[in-house]
């Protein structure tokens, strides 16, 4: 799974602490994803996840119409989504919310926020519905994983936060090359009391990837600079 930061030495290279497919989740139910999840579901969820990363299929969730052919029979992610997306068949962030609360993904770290299962939902919403499909929830889940990884790396206390230092090692791990203002700006925004979060961590990891995406999708010569259109920019920005 890519996550390129722009400037850097592997433009669109792997992310350090991103699972390889046929890794484990770290964090789920039982150490890996083919554990059960809890709740009164009781569908298990297993199998690698799939592989994300730019220029992948974000935005081409299963969609939610009756009628279409379901996925793979042997995608044991399935029953447990269709639980979720109820009959819509797809994921809002109060949907999402519940899902990553009762999944026990976050362990003892800090429960993720409405805003940032919003956001988590935007970075894969291509059309703007505001909601995920099911491969946009396997690619989540997938991104989520690489970065969990990438914060228990820093977070060796287990204090469930990391340091403005130890957030700088973090984003430069995951591949982003950004000016030691703009990395100033981060921590300011994202730090509470001098420490981040994992809600918070996540929420940044999601802004930096969306953006970053945007920003190369136009930089085509990798030049380092693109032009926007005001309400072409304000549309990027806000989104998430």
């Known amino acids: 799974m890519a996550y390129p930061g722009y400037g850097g030495p592997q433009y669109g290279g792997p992310m350090p602490g991103m699972p390889a497919q046929g890794m484990p989740m770290q964090g789920m139910p039982g150490g890996h994803m083919g554990g ?11 199998g690698a996840p799939a592989q994300g990363g730019y220029g992948g299929a974000y ?15 042997n995608d044991p992610m399935w029953s447990y989504f269709t639980a979720i997306a109820g009959q819509d068949g797809e994921i809002d962030a109060e949907e999402l919310q519940r899902c990553l609360t009762q999944s026990g993904f976050t362990g003892s770290y800090t429960p993720f926020s409405l805003e940032t299962c919003r956001i988590m939902i ?7 519905t505001g909601k995920m499909g099911f491969n946009e929830f396997k690619d989540l889940f997938t991104a989520l994983s690489g970065w969990k990884q990438n914060f228990m790396m820093f977070d060796r206390d287990r204090s469930g936060t990391v ?24 921590i300011k925004r994202y730090s509470k009391g001098g420490r981040i979060f994992f809600d918070d961590y996540v929420a940044c990891c999601v802004k930096l990837r969306t953006l970053t995406e945007n920003f190369r999708r136009r930089d ?11 309400d072409e920019f304000i549309l990027c920005t806000m989104a998430i």
Do not use: C, K
């Open 220 to 230: 085509t010569m990798h030049q380092g600079s693109v032009t926007f259109q005001y």
């Open 122 to 128: 935007a970075m894969l919403d291509r059309d703007f």
């Open 163 to 186: 340091e403005p230092h130890e957030m700088t090692q973090a984003i430069n791990a995951m591949g982003f090359r950004v000016s030691p203002q703009a990395l100033n700006a981060i």
């Open 59 to 73: 935005g081409g969730g299963y969609p939610g119409t009756y009628g279409a052919p379901p996925p793979a029979a």
């Open 36 to 46: 059960p999840m809890p709740g009164h579901m009781g569908v298990p969820m297993g």
